[in-house]
Nanobody, 124 residues
């Protein structure tokens, strides 16, 4: 099993920044990819970004490209997402997820383990 704990959420005004963290524990060696997803009230969960543990390869949703940066600290089994130039439409619960499968994916079905989420609220 792999446990994921997100932190760093909060409330900011539009244009502000937040840094989310996802700390992984347990059988982390069995996972290859960490992804971030978000879910706004009344909407489906949507992909934000992923990073490959071994290579550091990354991928972003078009909606966050150029504003969000995902990174990892392998020694601490932690993944970060730096979110800049935040917009009200970035509001939602942000989840990190871990996948055993190789490569990366934007579909939530690819991921095997999920954290509890952290709330991000961006006001205009």
């Amino acid at each position: 099993q792999v446990q994921l704990v997100e932190s760093g959420g909060g409330s900011v005004q539009a244009g502000g920044s937040l840094r989310l963290s996802c700390a992984a524990s347990g059988r982390t060696f069995s996972t290859n990819t960490i992804g971030w997803f978000r879910q706004a009230p009344g909407k489906e969960r949507e992909f934000v970004s992923f990073i490959i543990w071994s290579t550091g390869g990354t991928y972003y949703a078009d909606s966050v490209k150029g504003r969000f940066t995902i990174s990892r600290d392998n020694a601490k089994n932690t993944v970060f997402v730096q979110m800049n130039s935040l917009k009200p439409e970035d509001t939602g619960v942000y989840y990190c997820a871990a996948a055993r499968g190789l490569g990366g994916a934007t579909s939530a079905k690819f991921y095997d383990y999920w954290g509890q989420g952290t709330q991000v609220t961006v006001s205009s």
